[in-house]
Antibody, heavy 123, light 107 residues
Framework: EVQLLESGGGLVQPGRSLRLSCAAS????????MHWVRQAPGKGLEWVSG????????GYADSVKGRFTISRDNTKNSLFLQMNGLRAEDMAFYYC????????????????WGQGTLVTVSS | DIQVTQSPSSLSASIGDRVTITCRAS??????LNWYQQKPGKAPKLLIY???RLQSGVPSRFSGSGSGTDFTLTISSLQPEDFATYYC?????????FGPGTKVGIK
């Protein structure tokens, strides 16, 4: 059974840093790209960042580029999100998600999600 | 960036109703369009990928169609467990973008 467990959320002051982690199990972690998606309370979904299986490809939303860094450790089946310079608008539930695609296509999707970790940015 | 819109933003329907949700991309996204269902307090769940492919375990009353810029999610006969918010997502280009969501409520 695929399981994704996020941790590291909490209350942080504006301008400070936080590091999120996602522990994966139930699949061969090193074979799949992974992503972070966030959702402000009561709002919609926003893709934050993604990283390829070997860390060779990385992308960010414009809203976090230059402040957030995604990384992974395939030896520990773990995904990370280093968040620096946090702002009030970064306050959200952060979901770790596994990507998949059909064998016949590069049309990616997010087939498994964690339960999320809440990041609160407030003084 | 590719913008994704959905309509309606919310709807009320009865058990057994046929429900249709529309998703539109600001440019052609081929078949790189997915649908997710989210219930309150829960993580999103993949329903349909590449426009029309049902994720394993998803009931056949859900279906998707469309191409290019216009896509549709249809629930053929609404069930009590289908009351939720539905999001479409394009993965044609980075940054991936989601539609704003359609909340399906009880009439």
């Amino acid at each position: 059974e695929v399981q994704l467990l996020e941790s590291g959320g909490g209350l942080v002051q504006p301008g400070r840093s936080l590091r999120l982690s996602c522990a994966a199990s139930g699949f061969t972690f090193g074979d799949y790209a992974m992503h972070w998606v966030r959702q402000a309370p009561g709002k919609g979904l926003e893709w934050v960042s993604g990283i390829s299986w070997n860390s060779g490809g990385i992308g960010y939303a414009d809203s976090v580029k230059g402040r957030f860094t995604i990384s992974r450790d395939n030896t520990k089946n773990s995904l990370f999100l280093q968040m620096n310079g946090l702002r009030a608008e970064d306050m959200a539930f952060y979901y770790c998600a596994k990507s998949g695609r059909p064998e016949y296509s590069n049309a990616w999707y997010l087939d498994y999600w964690g339960q999320g970790t809440l990041v609160t940015v407030s003084s | 960036d590719i913008q994704v819109t959905q309509s309606p933003s919310s709807l009320s329907a009865s058990i057994g109703d046929r429900v249709t949700i529309t998703c539109r991309a600001s440019q052609s996204i081929n078949t790189y369009l997915n649908w997710y269902q989210q219930k309150p307090g829960k993580a999103p769940k993949l329903l349909i990928y590449t426009v029309s492919r049902l994720q394993s375990g998803v009931p056949s009353r859900f279906s998707g169609s469309g191409s290019g810029t216009d896509f549709t999610l249809t629930i053929s006969s609404l069930q009590p467990e289908d009351f939720a918010t539905y999001y479409c997502q394009q993965t044609y280009s980075i940054p991936w973008t989601f539609g704003p969501g359609t909340k399906v409520g009880i009439k």
